[in-house]
Nanobody
Framework: QVQLVESGGGLVQTGASLRLSCAAS????????MAWFRQAPGKEREFVAG???????TYANSVKGRFTISKDNAQNTVYLQMNNLRSEDTAVYLC?????????????????WGQGTQVTVSS
C-alpha cells in the first residue's frame, strides 16, 4: 500500500521559515514526478512546486524565489523549504506523486496523495 505522509507544518509569523517533509512508503518514487500543492479554505487546490525524476524543478509564480523543492531518492522523501512566509501562504499543504516520470502542474494527473499538513502564517 502506497502512503505519502507529510510533516513539518505549523503556526508561524510573517517572514518566518518552515520545512515540510513528505515521506513515501509502499513503492519507490525515484523515477517519478512529485509535487507540492496547497489548498486554502474555499479555494481550489493549487500547484506550488514540482520536481521531475531528474531533479528539474518548477514553481508557481507566487512562491518562486521563496520556496525550494528537493527530493532525496535514498530516503524516498520530498521536501519543501519555505522562506519569507506570507499570510497568503496559509493553507493545507499536500504532497503528491505520479506513477510516471512526466511532470504536470495539474492535480488531476497525480496518482498518490498525502493527507496534508496545515501551514498558518500570522501577520
Amino acid at each position: 500500500q502506497v502512503q505519502l505522509v507529510e510533516s513539518g507544518g505549523g503556526l508561524v509569523q510573517t517572514g518566518a521559515s518552515l520545512r515540510l517533509s513528505c515521506a513515501a512508503s509502499g513503492r519507490t518514487f525515484s523515477s517519478s514526478a512529485m509535487a507540492w500543492f496547497r489548498q486554502a479554505p474555499g479555494k481550489e487546490r493549487e500547484f506550488v512546486a514540482g520536481v521531475r525524476w531528474n531533479g528539474i524543478t518548477t514553481y508557481a509564480n507566487s512562491v518562486k524565489g521563496r520556496f525550494t523543492i528537493s527530493k532525496d531518492n535514498a530516503q524516498n522523501t520530498v521536501y519543501l523549504q519555505m522562506n519569507n512566509l506570507r499570510s497568503e501562504d496559509t493553507a493545507v499543504y499536500l504532497c503528491a506523486a505520479r506513477s510516471t516520470s512526466y511532470y504536470s502542474p495539474a492535480a488531476g494527473r497525480y496518482d498518490y496523495w498525502g493527507q496534508g499538513t496545515q501551514v498558518t502564517v500570522s501577520s
